[in-house]
């Protein structure tokens, strides 16, 4: 069964850290993507980890400050985000595609997504 379930969100000081994570059923040949979604804003890419784990994409805005990584045996994807920013603040989904981008049309399972909350 393909199922997505997110999980890690919550509220969090400018300059600090959370990580979120992904729990992947189904999805082992599959690339994961991490996206956001802001009030009033499109949903945008945040990064995405090819099915080996070799491969990883991030987003320019936050480039060095996230990083991906994906355990296929426990079926786990995590976004770790240090450094973080009030203009991080969004509702964070994973999703599953065949294409490896960060590109949201390219993804057609998603979770029902967990807040993200930079605030001091």
């Known amino acids: 069964q393909l199922q997505l379930v997110e999980s890690g969100g919550g509220l969090v000081q400018p300059g600090g850290s959370l990580t979120l994570a992904c729990a992947a059923s189904?999805?082992?040949?599959?690339?994961i993507g991490w996206f956001r979604q802001a009030p009033g804003k499109d949903r945008e890419g945040v990064s995405s980890?090819?099915?080996?784990?070799?491969?990883?994409k991030y987003a320019d805005s936050v480039k060095g400050r996230f990083t991906i990584s994906r355990d296929n045996a426990k079926n786990m994807v995590y976004l770790q985000m240090s450094s973080l920013k009030p203009e991080d603040t969004a509702i964070y989904y994973c999703a599953g595609g065949l294409k490896f981008t960060i590109t949201p049309g390219d993804y057609n399972i998603w979770g029902q997504g967990t807040q993200v909350t930079v605030s001091s």
């Open positions: 980890i090819s099915s080996s784990g070799r491969n990883t």
């Open positions: 189904g999805f082992r040949y599959s690339a």
